[in-house]
């Protein structure tokens, strides 16, 4: 019912920023709840930040509220993770995901769809 495509990653020095977009066709991305996880190599996949269906509420891990800020655009169908002041530990694979109920998702089993995830790699 709905395709996710996240796009953004790459090599990026420490300290500096990214933005990853996730680009989401065959629905209407109003109609979602929306998040962002990341999954480092040989770890659990981890959650980092969703966003309501209108944009009007979010929330964060602990560990990236003073960096991450996730946002959505319903017009364009497109929804955004800014990452500001990179890490070492911020590498990761990061994925969208996409869930159908009414509230915001914390977990992965929470969510219906799921992107193929874009690299991110902190590196000097």
């Known amino acids: 019912q709905v395709q996710l495509v996240e796009s953004g990653g790459g090599l990026v020095q420490p300290g500096g920023s990214v933005r990853l977009s996730c680009a989401v066709s065959?629905?209407?991305?109003?109609?979602?709840?929306m998040g962002w996880f990341r999954q480092v190599l040989g770890k659990e996949r981890e959650f980092v930040a969703a966003i309501n269906r209108s944009g009007g509420s979010t929330r964060y891990a602990d560990s990236v509220k003073a960096r991450f800020t996730i946002s959505r655009d319903n017009a364009k169908n497109t929804m955004y993770l800014q990452i500001n002041t990179l890490k070492s530990e911020d590498t990761a694979v990061y994925y969208c995901?996409?869930?159908?109920?009414?509230?915001?998702?914390?977990?992965?089993?929470?969510?219906?769809?799921w992107g193929q995830g874009t690299q991110v790699t902190v590196s000097s």
């Open positions: 995901a996409a869930r159908g109920g009414l509230g915001m998702g914390l977990s992965q089993s929470s969510y219906d769809y």
């Open positions: 065959g629905g209407t991305l109003s109609l979602y709840a």
